[in-house]
């Protein structure tokens, strides 16, 4: 649970777990885990080592899944000029941390009240550069979308729980129309 061959990744998990144990509120909670990303992306051997991750289209690895706090770490590896769909992540946070290479990140407003099923009308409300080290936080429900803006780039990913078993939204901006997503294909990976 705690075996991993790569320091700065066994620190974290380490200190995850502590943090997941003081049980604090949520805001308080999931900013903690992005200050505790932070370091994990400015990890030289870590970003080192993922360079031979494989970029693969649709698919998240799992580093960790946590048994006591439910707590989910994964990786995204993103192809050359990588562009999202506009999505949510449903019900879960994410903290969302770029350990190599450089992304631009995409936030959307929800305008309409939610009433009209299988609809949204969402707008870009803002539009920034994620480089190496930058570690957001995603709220629940918040429309975005990550763009590659390198050859190849590696996010570390910290969610609520282990994707696929709660519905993420998908969204078109232009027609408004939205669909549900279970997640990108699950692949474990020892690190
Ligand atoms: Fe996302």
């Avoid at 969302?96 to 707008?123: C, N, Q, S």
Wanted: proline content about 7%.
């Amino acid at each position: 649970m705690t075996d991993f061959a790569t320091p700065a990744f066994a620190t974290f998990i380490k200190e995850l777990r502590t943090h997941f144990a003081r049980g604090l509120p949520e805001q308080e909670q999931w900013e903690g885990v992005r200050d505790l990303l932070k370091p994990l992306c400015a990890d030289e051997a870590l970003r080192e080592i993922s360079r031979g991750w494989e970029a693969k289209k649709g698919r998240e690895y799992i580093l960790h899944h946590d048994p006591d706090h439910d707590f989910f770490v994964g990786a995204l590896v993103r192809l050359p000029n990588h562009i999202a769909g506009v999505h949510d992540h449903g019900p879960t946070w994410t903290i969302y941390g770029v350990l190599d290479g450089h992304e631009i990140t995409h936030v959307y407003d929800r305008l309409d009240d939610g009433g009209k099923p299988g609809y949204a009308e969402i707008k870009l409300s803002h539009k920034y550069d994620a480089p190496t080290g930058h570690v957001d936080m995603v709220p629940p429900h918040v429309p975005h979308a990550e763009w590659g803006n390198s050859n190849r780039s590696v996010a570390i990913t910290v969610r609520t729980t282990k994707p696929g078993s709660y519905d993420q939204v998908m969204y078109d901006p232009g027609t408004g129309r939205t669909g549900t997503s279970r997640g990108l294909e699950l692949v474990p990976l020892a690190v």
